[in-house]
């Protein structure tokens, strides 16, 4: 939540947003499954102006070896930002905010996926953002989720993701960028809906008790939106072309 | 900390059938947070200073004041960075070296904590518009370590600024220069409370200490101001809440919070 | 790529005893290069961009233009800097953390193919002798590989470059003020290209894929510009070439780098 | 020894020094054994204004491996400042100087402790400076031999610690660090008071060769002086709480 | 090619270069076998203004373990400049240069050598630039063979080298700094005469096809008059003395 | 340098007993430096350099002379630092990267010994008062080690700064401009010499070589100025001195330092 600049207008009179959504409105998703071909699987997403693309390596051997658990397979993640993919061109070495994210990330998948069977191995995630827009944590766990489906890694619900957030004093659903800059709050949030748990959360900006309650709502509501949208693209890839 | 996996799973049924009782292994209640006594001014040659016990876990937060050349788009704010370090005199667990994520993530949510609360009013501390601004650095250095690290560094890092004072500057042509020995008042808003609680089962405990932290299945940290409005939160751990839970937390952390914001005041009173 | 002798060799031997036999495992002729598209504007938030498929590896290139302090023996010209980064989802071998040699290698020859090419003019790239320039950062994310990134990468920032645009600047005071939403050409005087040619035992071939890459004896990179004139060389590898191999590779890289110019004219067309 | 500012009156017309002590007079100094609750051994000092805790973890396994003896335990050492410890910030990361300090005090310390008995095994000291005044490497080398005595390493003897110096062309026991910026040589020492030798000495700033001598006999007796405090600490806890 | 700055007289009317040579001479070479105590192989070698220290060690064990081969001895390789080298000063952490010059000049000398008699051992090859003028690359290459034959490492051939380029529309052989930075082309080759094999090439600058095979005749030509007095360098050692 | 507990055992046993009949391993007395031999210029385009060889111990020292922007506090000196690199070629313990603690220490003491004894007049390496300075860089590369490094590089970089030129630079606007081809000399007040001893039992000898570096029980590197008067000192090894011990190293250290400076000083002359 940096600039807060009052005078951008967020919401006008007619309850259009600024880039014309309404309140409950995610931006355009969509998704495409294995879209790469040495990864064991895959994922491309474009949540508004974020493009992300997801692979998954694994289960595969961990090194160093020190890092394995005899008991089960474990989870990795890397969140990373291309130089270009930002107004000001972005230093390639990790930041402590790309660190954050990998963690939250890694954090919100692991409920999801069943790894006992795989003991001493690892699941690979790697999410680079080559084009951001705000929100590109949902993004890319949402891509993730998918990647690792694609990847065959047993699950128990796929995570779907999105944000709820605060502008002009009302909660509203998928904060963009010029929103999350200007905005209140910004409350990235990751779901899975048959499980209904949350997996992922954030915040950042004031909420009255209320208004956190009605964010929590609106993002599982949007969350089970992006959830469609998920599974559409993998009966796009598994079922259309009809391999696997 | 180490992983034991057969020692993990006997203590967490240890814990989890107390917890199934009604009970913590410490006594504590569910919503009880551990003992809190703070110290202020134990760094007298910083700015600001303050040492917190939470139970066994220990923190020293310093703040350093300084003159800084503001970031381009944010000229006309002073600026705020909270840090922590986990000291290897704190844990045996506890590796020197880069910080790992563990150690990135505990600075960047105490951090997000105290600067989404608006604790310190930022227009405030500019001394030359777009050339020169107050910045304020409150290190955390954790001494002893038993669980719940969030919370211990919060509560330092606040009440070091809450005692801190900010160096008096004169402006000559666009230059600040230090008028030695006077100081001014840090511009204080309000009071950001983290309250942390695990979830471990289906039940929720604030303020858990190092046995509940290993072999809880996840966690929440939850930051309210003195309005008893929500500023900051933070899931974390390899599992999840129910809308019903995250609630409820929310509303522990309000109420936690107001008890825990009244010992941070009287200890910094009258600094 | 890791290595693994007995089926190294026994993988070597077949596309040997294939290349005697005029073929090459995947079809092509010795002089002919995988099927290469490209794409621009695949990152329309980036002054340029585009994402190179040469077979199946691929490469997204982003160009970022921004105002510079030059270099104190330089500040009559822009800067241009070109990088790469294989992607950990490029290759089940990719390490993350710093780059290692071979990464070094493969961005410094791509950096020195496209600058040495002189295809941007850079006098034209100064805003305040001395004081401030345009640097036009190319940077390569490698998202899939199968062999010859030298290539893939200089197609993939040949063709930002191409497609860039220069934000507008005005000079107040000797300082560079954007323009909002005005742009100026990139100032282009030349289209280079690379091409890379493996030896296999006496035979060379055009664009090795990851099978040859992993098993040849040497490689070189040639680069021309539109000229046809030859601007950038890098021998690599564990074996050597002869004068006569070294002359039938400038001959090669010249008429395989007219074809793939062509391709880049086209695909870059409209920008 | 920094500026050297000619103005500064270090020793005044009655032998007093800017602080008022005399040329034989260390600063106040408390110790306090066992102050922390997770690390084997500990101490805290306040050495005049330096405030500085010691704890020790071990003899416990190497990382890594191949540091390891397999005919003795062996030692090592961290010194490193708080950020908040110096007047400007100091960046976290440790500077050429903690690890040479490091090194000094790690030297220090390896004529007493008795390791033979625990061959494969390291002990850890690490020494944090939370406020520093002049004189840190031997307010830290003192606390560090208290928190080993804690810690129940077999010692020879206790390793103390005192500088001695130079200011107004006299000899004085002590140096701070207004006289360490301004005056004309520091000499930080470690002493072995039972066996009478000198475990760690360093020098900057010019000294006849007289000085030197008279130096080092002042900074021996400054160890003798502080060596009574360190006992009194490790007494305090161990038979005036009647614990062990 | 840096500056290219066309006011320097690279060619003057008599065919004369900037320092005295004609287009087809070197710079005066002079190398001298077995300069080092400790290494097992080493050399000095002074091209031009170049003063360069090549040192070897091995073959031996490989650290760490996983780099080594099972069928072969290996090739490493450090090209480093000291921080006097250069006109400004140089700073000691490796640069990228540094990082692709070491990697090419390894890969110049793997044709050379012949390790197969040593599984599971490397050989180290150590290049100090203590003064730099340009062509530092080729005067390390030639000074590391030589060193590798003191050393008593097999090889198929020594690796000569020398640089060729163009500068004022001619090509010319052995550039120099000047050459390089006002020049047109600078060519770096690496070869084995008895084997008639290029195994390092490098250019940057622009080539006509013609100029560009004069170019590379050239520098063949230049690396067997250095080849000349590599192998000198040897019998000076070997024979004059009648050590080894 | 590696250890093997029997063999350095057995060398230690036969050194002590060598010691104990007043004998050396190499058959110097116990006060007895190796042989010294420095010749300067050796890297002519630097503005000072020279090599240094103590018996088989070998160092290149080269000075670099750099405009600089002095430090807030010290705006009315030059600066002046000395570095030490141990290079792989020096022996075959050298660890490439970034350097350890023993290279650490190494390099300070020999900045340490030098800087302190106020070797150069740094009141007269300013250019303009808190703007721009003279930089003194004195770069030790260590290319051959047979032990006391310390005195080795102390020797190098002594020469080096004797033998160097300071380039003239003229004011114009508060800007140092450089003045080609015209110097002056270094503002040279004092020539500081430091002597290594090792304790081994209780012997002291001068200079330990590598055998006498890796049994020895202290050691004790003491600077000299020429007044005979001491500046600088570092005790090292895992164990201690006695007084007695202590005051007679300072006796050696000022006997046998005027000794070594007569060599530093021949070595110079004429530069």
Same mark, same amino acid.
């Given at each position: 939540m940096g600039g807060r600049d009052p005078? @951008? @207008? $967020? $919401? /006008? *009179? #007619?309850?259009?947003?600024? /880039?014309?959504?309404? @309140? #409950? *409105?995610?931006?355009? @998703?969509?998704i495409k499954a294995g879209v790469l071909k040495n990864a064991n699987g895959s994922a491309y997403i474009e949540f508004g102006e974020n493009k992300i693309l997801a692979g998954i390596y694994g289960p595969r051997d961990v090194h160093p070896k020190h890092l394995s658990n005899p008991d089960t397979g474990i989870l990795r993640c890397r969140y990373h930002m291309s130089p270009f993919s930002v107004g000001e061109r972005k230093n390639p070495a990790p930041s402590r905010r790309e660190v954050e994210i990998s963690k939250v990330i890694k954090e919100a998948l692991e409920p999801a996926v069943i790894l006992d069977q795989f003991p001493r191995t690892v699941v690979d995630i790697f999410l680079e953002i080559l084009q951001a827009d705000g929100g590109t944590r949902c993004a890319a766990l949402a891509a993730a989720s998918v990647a690792l489906a694609d990847a065959g890694i047993p699950m128990r619900d796929m995570v779907s993701a999105c944000a709820a957030g605060k502008v002009a004093d009302t909660v509203i659903l998928d904060v963009n960028n010029e929103e999350d800059q200007a905005g209140q709050a /910004?409350?990235? =949030?990751?779901? =899975?809906? #048959? $499980? &209904? &748990?949350?997996t992922l959360l954030q915040l950042d900006g004031v909420l009255t008790p209320e208004e956190y309650k009605k964010c929590v709502e609106v993002g599982i509501d949007g969350c089970n939106q992006v959830y469609e949208i998920q599974k559409k693209a993998l009966e796009e890839k598994y079922f259309s072309k009809g391999d696997q | 900390m180490g992983h034991n996996s057969v020692i993990d799973q006997l203590k967490k049924n240890q814990i989890v059938d107390l917890l199934n009782e009604g009970n913590r292994l410490d006594g504590r209640k569910f919503d009880e947070h551990r003992s809190l006594t703070i110290d202020t001014n134990v760094i007298p040659k910083a700015e600001g200073s303050a040492r917190a016990r939470l139970g066994d876990t220990e923190v020293v937060a310093g703040v350093k004041v300084q003159v800084e050349k503001p970031f381009p788009d944010t000229g006309d704010k002073g600026m705020l960075i909270c840090t922590a370090e986990i000291l290897p005199i704190a844990h045996p667990s506890v590796e020197t070296g880069p910080p790992g994520p563990p150690v990135v993530e505990l600075a960047r949510v105490v951090d997000r904590g105290i600067r989404e609360s608006g604790m310190i009013d930022m227009k405030k501390l500019v001394l030359v518009e777009n050339k020169a601004v107050i910045g304020i650095f409150s290190d955390n250095s954790v001494t002893d370590h038993d669980g719940n690290l969030f919370d211990a560094c919060s509560y330092a890092s606040t009440a070091a600024i809450l005692s801190s004072k900010i160096p008096k500057y004169e402006i000559k042509d666009e230059v600040p220069v230090l008028v030695e020995g006077e100081f001014t008042e840090t511009p204080i808003t309000t009071i950001p409370v983290s309250v942390t609680m695990a979830r471990i089962g289906e039940h929720i405990v604030v303020d858990p200490n190092s046995d509940e932290w290993m072999i809880m299945d996840a966690r929440i940290t939850i930051t309210t101001n003195s309005d008893g409005n929500i500023v900051a939160l933070q899931k974390g751990g390899s599992d999840g809440f129910t809308y019903e839970q995250l609630v409820k937390c929310s509303e522990i952390s309000i109420s936690v919070g107001s008890k825990i914001r009244e010992i941070i005041k009287q200890s910094t009173q009258g600094n």
């Open positions: 005078n @951008v @207008v $967020l $919401l /006008d *009179e #007619n309850g259009k947003r600024s /880039d014309g959504r309404t @309140v #409950n *409105e995610t931006r355009k @998703v969509t /910004d409350m990235p =949030m990751g779901y =899975m809906p #048959n $499980l &209904k &748990k949350i | -």
